[in-house]
């Protein structure tokens, strides 16, 4: 990384590492529910909670930090703040847990239909194809989300 360039900025640890993941951790609870039972999913979604408060608290305190000497500074901390609690609990809580639970749902459905087919197969099969979807989903609900705020809250943002 060349330190001389003004261009170079911080990579998001919350968005651009493997800790993007634990966001997640609730579709993985999703895609596990017919196995381990509802307490464990709401415990998926607890972690999930908590990585959307951390992302929200560091970008609020970088916001802080810069702003603090200008006069509009306390409006720049809270678009920010709402902007990272809104983005993270939409693209990594309420949009993919929602996606992840149709989809099992539907290939429980599905796969409810074939009679031969043992109760414990299925729902590890269920499990199995909910896992599967998760990698396919991160991207385009990202990307939708950025979209739906760009044309929402983000009009707003404080200069």
């Known amino acids: 990384m060349d330190v001389n360039n003004e261009h170079v900025r911080a990579v998001d640890l919350y968005r651009e590492t493997p800790i993007r993941y634990l966001g997640y951790a609730n579709e993985v609870g999703e895609a596990f529910r017919s196995i381990i039972g509802s307490k464990w ?3 998926s979604y607890g972690v999930a909670t908590l990585y959307v408060l951390a992302d929200t608290t560091d ?3 970088a916001a802080y930090k810069t702003s603090k000497n200008e006069k509009n500074h306390i409006k720049k901390v809270t678009y920010t703040t709402a902007d990272t609690l809104i983005w993270q609990l939409m693209a990594s809580v309420v949009v993919p847990g929602l996606t992840i639970n149709r989809v099992c749902a539907v290939s429980n459905f599905c796969l409810h239909k074939i009679h031969k087919l043992p109760n414990a197969n299925r729902k590890w099969l269920v499990t199995g194809i909910g896992l599967v979807t998760i990698p396919f989903i991160i991207k385009p609900i990202d990307y ?9 809250l983000r009009k707003y943002q404080p200069e």
């Open 144 to 152: 939708y989300v950025d979209v739906v705020m760009d044309k929402s």
């Open 41 to 43: 999913v709401n415990f």
């Open 59 to 61: 970008k609020s305190i």
